[in-house]
């Protein structure tokens, strides 16, 4: 038995290793939620590996790192809950506030201090002792705090962030349209999942933190869970490659989604809330960069479909930030400055000889408008003529 969790628990390693690399060597992408993601794999993996050297007991072999992943099971539904709500609000970088999420983690490593650095004869002394008396093992402090009250204290901790997890999802789906529950139904159920087998570890961990000091007898329930849970979870990513490879609909919500009102009518509430963003300068290049290369490389404005939303998704920058980024850099709206594009692209090709056999029509559809009215009405209003006009001047003598 005891050879099957090790080899089960070593499984899980291997596999969240290897959901871990192909999102940083495959997902070229460097959105906020990624970023949590692998975070958040990295906390499984670490917890993962203690439990492989606990159970296969190689910490009397390395006893210094005895206890030192331990820390980390208070950062877990922490960053579950960072990496929750940078899909669901469309997160750009962490809260000024975010890292009192780590305080708890701090507090329980200065607390096994004593154990750190105890001397090394006596650690593998009591690690021999510790691996011979179930009772021993009961214990997980060695610190300046009493047995069981941090394992108490991480599973209120958890359970609150579990919470919260659940309540974004739950906003979203309340406050969303059924077009962006159905865009985004991959994407939420998989956060859904994900915090139902966190909340399952929750409830291992309260079990096990009530009975094993009743029976004094350790168990290997919470270990088996987290590798059970984490072979799941990365299942769940191999086989939906969406999410692992960060190909997805963003979940964002805007004004006109949260309530029913004209395009008219939400203008200015969306731009009172544009006042309110700040974008920082490393920001604003990174944005910039990425409309250049998007708008430059592929030229997306021939697309007669594109939008913010195709915006959004080929950049994985968030609505709001794009919006306001264009706003305050063009001091044009994203149709303006995509006709604008469009505007530019006609004039660049004008002089190419076989445009001279096109009708105006076809000029205007070559370049992205639908239509030789929308194309006639944005060339002007961005050259202050018709086209018409502007040939006959362009070919006067």
Known sequence: MQTAIIVFEAISCLLVFLATCILLLLNKDSTHSKKMLVFLLSIFFLLCLNGVLYQSRLYLEIPRLHKVFLPFSYLLMPVAYLYT???????FRFRKTDWLLTLPAILYAVNLMPYYFMPLE???????????????????????????IFN???????????????????????????????????LINWLF????LLASLIVVAVFTSVIAPIRKTAY???????????VIICLILFFRPKILYGIYQPAYKTVIEKKSISIDQA??????????????DKDALRIRKAIDDIFRDKKVYLDQEYSLDKLVKDTHIPRYLLSTFINREYGIGFRE????????????????????NYTLEAMAVECGFNGRSTF?????LFTGKTPSEFIRQLNKP
């Open 85 to 91: 709500r940078a899909v669901i609000r469309e997160e």
């Open 122 to 148: 006596e650690k593998k002394t009591y690690l021999v002792q510790y691996y011979q008396s179930s009772a021993l093992r009961t214990r997980d402090a060695e610190g300046f705090i009493p047995p069981y």
């Open 152 to 186: 108490m204290f991480r599973a209120a901790w958890s359970a609150l962030f579990i919470f919260l997890n659940y309540k974004l999802i739950g906003d979203f789906r309340s406050n969303s349209s059924a077009k962006l529950k159905s865009e985004n139904s991959t």
């Open 193 to 196: 999942i994900l915090n139902s």
């Open 220 to 230: 290997n329930l919470p270990d088996s869970s987290l590798g059970l849970v984490t």
């Open 267 to 280: 203008v200015m509430p969306e731009m009172v809330e544009m006042e309110k963003i700040s974008i920082n």
């Open 337 to 356: 400055y995509l006709n604008k594009c469009r505007v530019e692209h006609f004039l660049a090709n004008l002089g190419k000889p076989e445009w001279k």
């Open 376 to 380: 006639i009405k944005n060339f002007k």
